[in-house]
Each structure stands twice: as C-alpha cells, then as structure tokens.
C-alpha cells in the first residue's frame, strides 16, 4: 500500500518567519499536530505540537496568561522546529514509512516527489488507518491465528477449510518473527461462517495446523488455545 494513496494531499504549511502563535492557530484551526515549516518554497523544518508545548513549558508557570500570549506571538517558528526534516517519497510503501517512524522516534513525515517538492503529509494516524484497512477489522468478523508449517500450500490448506464452511476471506498476514525455525503464523480474518458451526470448525483446523487463537468480533468471543 502505497504512501500517495494515505498521505494527506492538502498540505498545510507554515512560514519559517512566522510566530510560534501563528503555529498553534494553524493546527488548532486545521486540526493537525505537525507543520512543515518553509522558507522562500524550500522546506526547511518541521513543527509539531509537541514542540510547542515544549517551547511554553518551563515559562508557563512563571508567567502571567498576558505575558505568556506575548512571549509566544515573540518566538519564531524557526527558533522552534526541528531543521533538516527526515522526509519520504509518494511511492515508498506504508510499512516503510511506520519503519521509519519507528527508527527516528517521529509521529509524522513530510512527503516529496521524486524533485524533492513537498506534495502531502503522513502522521501515524494515517498508518493506523491503513493498518485498519489491511486487517479489515471493520468488517467485524472472525480471525483465528495458526502456527503454519513453512512450505508451499500451508496456508491454502487451513483457508480451504474455512471456505467449506462458509467462510470469506477478508485478510491473511503472516509473520516470521517469534516462530520456531521452519515456521511461521498465519493470521487470517474472514465472515461468512455461521456461528453454529464454529466449534467444528475449529476441530476441523486442527486436523491440519496448530491453532493458537479465535477472536469473534461480532459475538466479542475471544480464546487463546496457545500462550
């Protein structure tokens, strides 16, 4: 899933020469928690609201309400941000970009095109909402997860199962950390099976994987079979 198809495209920005007052308008306004600071079309740094509330900080309980609005109408957006910001290209993936986020301890990137233009942003909650949508977790149906063997045709034997009961597939994610060599999990997501069947389903799913759990979202059924 591609950066350009969850970034957000209407990119609010702030000048370089503007008051960290200017900064907190903007993101109240706008309802944002990070700027991408510019300066003559180039950009040049990044300011979140972390930043702003780290700028107040230590004078918010010394000064007067009057004084404080003064001091913040005073202080530049320049003196604040964070200068050479770590910025993404449109067409790197999702999964890079939260790997990124990750690395550098951030909540959001500026994106560019391959000019090196800024063209959207990308905040954590924007991941999520991808995440969200890989998962399907909004179609609020079944996942069960499976300790698979690592050979071609593991996956296709446990989801052909499923679908002789009714079952839809709405995502399958794998995964081979924490597994056993030779192995790896399997965590598939569908609907379609009809809650009556669902015990022999599982007993069916065990003739050919290990099961370790069963999540129902509908009936808020939830069972561990392996720690």
Same mark, same amino acid.
């Given at each position: 899933m591609l950066i350009k198809d969850w970034m957000n495209p209407k990119v609010i920005t702030i000048d370089a020469n503007n008051s960290m007052q200017d900064a907190m308008k903007l993101m109240k306004e706008h309802g944002i928690s990070m700027l991408p600071v510019m300066k003559k079309g180039q950009l040049v740094g990044i300011v979140t609201? %972390?930043?702003? @509330?780290?700028?107040?900080?230590?004078?918010?309980?010394?000064?007067? !309400?009057?004084?404080?609005?003064?001091? =913040? /109408?005073?202080?530049? $957006?320049?003196? =604040?941000? /964070?200068? *050479?910001?770590?910025? #993404?290209?449109?067409?790197?993936?999702?999964?890079?970009?939260?790997?990124? +986020?990750? @690395?550098?301890?951030?909540?959001?990137?500026? $994106?560019?095109?391959?000019?090196? *233009?800024? $063209?959207?942003?990308?905040? @954590?909650?924007?991941v999520f909402k991808? #995440?969200? /949508?890989?998962?399907?977790?909004?179609? %609020?149906? =079944?996942? #069960?997860?499976?300790?698979?063997?690592?050979?071609?045709?593991?996956?296709?034997? $446990?989801?052909? !199962?499923? %679908?002789?009961?009714?079952?839809? +597939? !709405? /995502?399958?994610?794998?995964?081979?950390?924490?597994?056993?060599a030779g192995y790896r999990k399997a965590f598939i997501r569908m609907f379609g099976v009809k809650r009556e069947h669902l015990n022999e389903l599982l007993e069916e799913l065990r003739k050919k994987a290990k099961v370790l759990y069963l999540v129902d979202h509908k009936e808020n059924r939830r069972e561990i079979f392996e720690d």
């Open positions: 609201d %972390r930043d702003l @509330k780290r700028a107040s900080a230590s004078d918010a309980t010394t000064l007067e !309400v009057h004084e404080l609005l003064y001091l =913040i /109408s005073k202080i530049k $957006v320049s003196d =604040i941000m /964070s200068k *050479n910001p770590i910025t #993404i290209p449109f067409d790197y993936t999702i999964e890079e970009a939260a790997e990124l +986020m990750l @690395k550098h301890k951030i909540s959001g990137l500026p $994106v560019t095109d391959h000019e090196g *233009n800024l $063209v959207g942003t990308l905040t @954590k909650t924007d991808c #995440i969200i /949508s890989l998962t399907g977790i909004g179609a %609020r149906g =079944i996942q #069960i997860a499976f300790l698979l063997e690592d050979r071609p045709g593991s996956i296709k034997e $446990v989801a052909d !199962v499923m %679908r002789a009961y009714g079952g839809r +597939m !709405v /995502s399958i994610l794998t995964t081979y950390d924490r597994v056993p």
